[in-house]
Nanobody
Framework: QVQLVESGGGLVQAGDSLRLSCAASGRTFSTNGMGWFRQAPGKEREFVSAIKWGTGYTYYADSVKGRFTISRDNAKNTVYLQMNSLKPEDTAVYYC??????????????????WGQGTQVTVSS
């Protein structure tokens, strides 16, 4: 099993920045990559970004490209999501997830194996 704990959410104004963290513990060696997802009220959970533990390969949803940066610290088993130039439409609960399958971490939530509890990000206009 792998346990994931997110932190760093909060209430900010449009244009501000936040950095989310996701600390992984347990059988982290069994995972290949990590993803960040978000879910706004009344909406489906959507892909934000993903990263591979080994190569550090990253990719992003078009809606956050150029504003968000995903990174990882393998020694700390921690993944980060630096969010800049936040917009009200970024308001959501942000979740990190871990995937065991090899290859590029997927953008579909049902393909991930482990999930954190989520952290709320609220951006006021």
């Amino acid at each position: 099993q792998v346990q994931l704990v997110e932190s760093g959410g909060g209430l900010v104004q449009a244009g501000d920045s936040l950095r989310l963290s996701c600390a992984a513990s347990g059988r982290t060696f069994s995972t290949n990559g990590m993803g960040w997802f978000r879910q706004a009220p009344g909406k489906e959970r959507e892909f934000v970004s993903a990263i591979k533990w080994g190569t550090g390969y990253t990719y992003y949803a078009d809606s956050v490209k150029g504003r968000f940066t995903i990174s990882r610290d393998n020694a700390k088993n921690t993944v980060y999501l630096q969010m800049n130039s936040l917009k009200p439409e970024d308001t959501a609960v942000y979740y990190c997830a871990a995937v065991r399958s090899l290859g590029v971490p997927p953008r579909f939530p049902n393909q991930y194996d482990y999930w954190g509890q989520g952290t709320q990000v609220t951006v006021s206009s």
